[in-house]
């Protein structure tokens, strides 16, 4: 398999780790073999991925003051948006697919 060379030292701009906020939202968008196989190309391993984002692939990161904050000014908090609630009208549409309903109602 082809592998790039990876510049450990170079980090990313305005940044004091090694990867952007947008290349791990992509790695973290790929699953199984995909997700390994982007991660091998893009960094190389997880010991390479843990090294630029200065943490530990057992013990995770520090959890000084100092430390959590400018994690979160590089990479923002750590929570999943929560989606949009549907809509009445996107409910009725849902039902009206749903196989148990048109077979109840012929």
Known sequence: M???????????AGSKYGVSKEQLRRLMDARGHDGLQRLQEEFGSVEDVCHRLHSHPTEGIGNSPEELELRREAFGVNQIQPKAPATFLQLVLRALKDTTLIVLQV
């Open 2 to 12: 082809y592998r790039k060379s990876i510049d450990m030292t170079q980090n990313v």
